[in-house]
């Protein structure tokens, strides 16, 4: 019953927060199969470390031009995606953030205003700026989100009223997300106004979902007592809590919440009536359980890594990724060649993870 009812996530990055405003494709299709196998024990013995770094190097410009060709994708969650991943590179991110700002989908134009705030990309700044007056609450936050943190005037007042005001749980849980990554300890009042709030407009997802973004917000700015609430969720009691569990499980990965180690390897191994959590939250563990210092996940990416569903693929390289180990870039290469652009977005994304700068 889990299994059946628990949502695609396509990745463990923020997109997840504006999921109501990216338009996901429809993905159909297989994984190809051509890629490069896995070298012998004796052949890897062998090989020249030049070579080696030589063929890193190839691989590393393959993923970038993937990135780039698939930052104008026609589905605006790939495009999304890939410039989120290319956000580290600095000369490649110049390049498409302006396309980003002027695109057709709110949701792009939200993460690429996010990534200037987050990289500090203070040259970019003042392109943001026009976006403080864009029509969609994902949009306009985002932008005073990314003024504020590149050292730029800003009213911030559009946040507050968002995060306390707004009829949708999806605005202010994205609201939330970024007044938790402003490092701003004077807008922790702001964030326990909103958690006392009964939101009687809201269905109980939405509502959950919300109070682990507030609750990861205020523990950013150092409420530590908020780390509870975050672990409770990692305990569905129902199918309806599987949502807000795999975002508990990535709010915890990313703080660092090694207490939660245990728990994760738990949801990983549970069987409910004979049956595993659902792969999408075992996956997502995996992930955390790499970002924790634990990265022998990559067997649960090599069960779905073939698997039909694109979605499930692209998460696997995902945790191929988290888990820094270059053993696994054979196996990202044959998933940079998927037929699928999500699955492609994510290998690269990965295989830049793996490699570094």
Not at 52 to 59: C, F, G
Not at 78 to 87: D, F
Not at 160 to 172: K, T, Y
Not at 332 to 350: H, K
């Amino acid at each position: 019953m889990m299994q059946r009812n628990m949502q695609n996530r396509a990745s463990a990055s923020k997109l997840a927060v504006l999921a109501g405003c990216v338009l996901l494709g429809g993905c159909q299709g297989t994984a190809t199969t051509s890629g490069t196998d896995t070298p012998s024990t004796a052949e890897k013995e062998t090989v020249d470390p030049g070579s080696t770094a030589l063929r890193d190097s190839i691989l590393r410009e393959k993923a970038i031009l993937t990135l780039m060709r698939l930052s104008e994708d026609e589905f605006a969650s790939v495009r999304a995606n890939a410039i989120e991943a290319l956000s580290h590179e600095s000369s490649r991110a110049v390049e498409v953030l302006p396309k980003a700002f002027a695109d057709e989908n709110e949701g792009v134009r939200a993460v690429g205003a996010m990534i200037v705030g987050q990289q500090r990309l203070v040259g970019l700044a003042e392109q943001v700026r026009p976006l403080v007056n864009d029509p969609s609450p994902y949009v306009k936050s985002a932008a005073i989100f990314a003024l504020m943190r590149c050292g730029k005037t800003a009213n911030p007042t559009p946040l507050s009223d968002l995060l306390l005001d707004s009829p949708d749980g999806r605005v202010r849980s994205h609201v939330a997300y970024l007044i938790g990554e402003m490092e701003d300890r004077s807008a922790v009042p702001l964030l326990r106004d909103a958690a006392r709030q009964r939101w009687k407009n809201l269905s109980g997802a939405q509502s959950k979902l919300l109070e682990l973004q507030i609750a990861e917000a205020l523990y950013k700015l150092g409420v530590q007592e908020q780390i509870e609430s975050i672990r409770a969720a990692l305990y569905p009691a129902r199918a309806a809590d599987l949502e807000a569990t795999a975002l508990a499980v990535q709010i915890v990965g990313n703080v660092n919440d090694q207490v939660s180690t245990r728990q994760l390897i738990h949801l990983i191994d549970h069987r409910e009536q004979g049956m595993p959590y659902p792969p999408e939250i075992r996956l997502a563990c995996a992930s955390a359980l790499a970002k924790l210092g634990q990265p022998q996940g990559g067997y649960v990416a090599d069960e779905f890594a073939d698997n039909e569903n694109p979605i499930l693929r692209g998460q696997a390289a995902i945790v191929y990724g988290d888990t820094h180990k270059d053993e696994f870039l054979p196996k990202l290469e044959i998933l940079l060649a998927d037929r699928q652009p999500v699955v492609q977005v994510s290998a690269a994304a990965a295989i830049l993870k793996l490699l570094g700068n």
